[in-house]
């Protein structure tokens, strides 16, 4: 079973940024979920609609949910060379939390700076070793 990465498709930003993390993911661990569809929905079902699209959400495999920064390490971990960054983001929560807040608002802009072409990408498209 994969890790899946939750995220909001009407965002293109969100769609490229979570196209770059399994673009590194090369063990296929992680599985691109956007939070509209049915699974989406399914996976978050302990949150309120609102609070599903509040971030992005990382699911392990058993269940359990990370959101928004506190997701960041967990995630590193699980790509190749991650596991140093992740003891960083895991020791500086606080600060990771507010950068992710920091994109969060300004994804818009960050969205026109990566290109229309970019943020068109469909990451639930690409396959995973764990999906078949």
């Known amino acids: ?12 930003f969100r769609r490229w940024g979570v196209d ?7 063990r296929r661990e992680l599985e691109a979920v956007p939070i509209q569809r049915a ?3 399914d996976l978050l079902s302990s949150m309120t609609a609102d609070d599903r699209l509040e971030s992005w959400h990382v ?6 949910i990370w959101s928004g920064g506190e997701a960041m390490p967990v995630i590193l971990r699980l790509l190749p060379a991650g596991k140093g960054p992740a003891r960083v983001a895991a020791r500086f929560p606080h600060t990771v939390d507010r950068l992710y807040r920091f994109v969060a608002r300004n994804r818009s802009m960050l969205g026109r ?3 229309v072409k970019a943020c068109a990408v469909d990451p639930s498209a690409r396959g995973s070793g764990a999906r078949t």
């Open 59 to 64: 699911r392990s495999p058993g269940g359990r």
């Open 39 to 41: 699974e989406g929905a």
């Open 1 to 12: 079973m994969a890790w899946s990465v939750l995220y909001d498709e009407d965002c293109g």
């Open 20 to 26: 770059r993390l399994l673009r590194l993911d090369r």
């Open 113 to 115: 700076l990566v290109g």
